[in-house]
């Protein structure tokens, strides 16, 4: 039973393209979150989702950012003319639709470095 | 507004002996706790949680403890092996926001020497 599948692991990008981060969800489980660490920070929210729905994107940048999770295939996080600033690791998340005790289940993350 | 406060960076301890990893928060709502572990290039994973009902939970080496009083909670880890070192983080949950999303601190590193 494989676990979160995050891809790419390493994401380069010049300042003005785009990032497309890719998670799929741990087989059984329908929620999925992102979460961004900033270097020498700690994890910081940015969206949770359920298929075809965004539940909180309360952590989310107003722009640039987005994200979706389709009714099939792997739930996207996009960022749209990256700047340095967006540099950090990007991890997804997933959990069962009761998430009982044991948390979420991590991916091992996007390091995106825009240069 | 850091909810979730770690105000350690960094530990290092002895092969053998005990860490203590703290951890304290400032929203009284919070009703459940956590505890992950990161080795570098890796994503976090789950190492240990706590009801708001409880004051101690315990798995093997692993004891978390909570203060509600003082906003407080910290990790045990006796006897600290070197495969223990890495950064760990507290995280918290709020109920009342009818979403499932988790506050994480900012983290400690843990380095146990042998």
């Known amino acids: 039973n494989a676990g979160v599948m995050q891809n790419p692991r390493h994401l380069v990008r010049r300042r003005g393209q785009e990032a497309r981060l890719r998670c799929s969800p741990m087989?059984?489980?329908?929620?999925v979150y992102w979460y961004r660490q900033l270097p020498e920070e700690g994890l910081k929210f940015m969206v949770y989702l359920q298929k075809e729905n965004i539940i909180d994107e309360s952590g989310m940048p107003k722009e640039r950012f987005s994200a979706e999770f389709p009714k099939e295939g792997p739930s996207i996080l996009r960022i749209q003319q990256v700047v340095r600033g967006d540099s950090a690791a990007y991890f997804c998340?997933?959990?069962?639709?009761?998430?009982?005790?044991?948390?979420?289940?991590f991916g091992s993350g996007t390091r995106l470095t825009v240069v | 507004d850091q909810q979730v406060k770690q105000n350690s960076p960094s530990l290092s301890v002895q092969e053998g002996r005990i860490s203590i990893l703290n951890c304290d928060y400032t929203n009284s709502m919070f009703d459940y706790f956590l505890w992950y572990k990161k080795y570098p290039a890796e994503g976090p994973t789950f190492l240990i949680s706590i009801s708001s009902i409880k004051d101690k939970n315990e798995d093997g080496r692993f004891t978390v403890f909570l203060n509600k009083s003082a906003k407080h909670l910290s990790l045990h880890i006796v006897p600290s092996q070197p495969g223990d070192s890495a950064v760990y983080f507290c995280a918290a949950s709020d109920p009342r926001l009818n979403t499932d999303k988790l506050i994480f601190g900012t983290g400690t590193r843990l380095q146990v020497f042998p």
């Open positions: 087989k059984g489980h329908s929620h």
């Open positions: 998340a997933s959990s069962p639709p009761v998430r009982g005790l044991y948390g979420y289940t």
